[in-house]
């Protein structure tokens, strides 16, 4: 019930920078926890950052001290600020929300998806 949208993908070189923004509409929980996920092709959708209901995060290994997810309720918007891009980072990023106090890594557990916005990193 609850529609997303993601913006802010596109192409750059290695060592660059991106940030992408994902637009909520309809009526979230306070309590909704947010996620960021990735798919490349040939692989499964991962989970790169949550921002937890309580305001706490989770990084992804593969993007610590690189990534940062916040939020602006105000504005319905989350967003994903991605530094130090790596040619691996290349992938369909995907936001999505679940009504939990804590979020889970594993894709399968969300119900509510945006339709994805595409990265490409070159070397």
């Known amino acids: 019930q609850v529609q997303l949208m993601e913006s802010g993908g596109g192409s750059v070189q290695a060592g660059g920078s991106l940030r992408l923004s994902c637009a909520a509409s309809?009526?979230?929980?306070?309590?909704?926890?947010l996620g960021w996920f990735r798919q490349a092709p040939v692989k499964e959708r991962e989970g790169v950052a949550l921002?937890?209901?309580?305001?706490?995060?989770t990084d992804a290994d593969s993007v610590k001290g690189r990534f940062t997810i916040s939020k602006d309720n105000a504005k319905y918007t989350s967003y994903l600020q991605m530094n130090s891009l790596k040619p691996e980072d290349t992938a369909m990023y995907f936001c999505?929300?679940?009504?939990?106090?804590?979020?889970?890594?594993?894709?399968?557990?969300?119900?509510?998806w945006g339709q994805g916005t595409q990265v490409t990193v070159s070397s």
């Open positions: 999505a929300a679940q009504g939990k106090l804590y979020c889970p890594f594993e894709a399968g557990n969300y119900n509510d």
């Open positions: 309809g009526f979230p929980s306070p309590k909704f926890c």
């Open positions: 921002l937890h209901s309580t305001g706490e995060t």
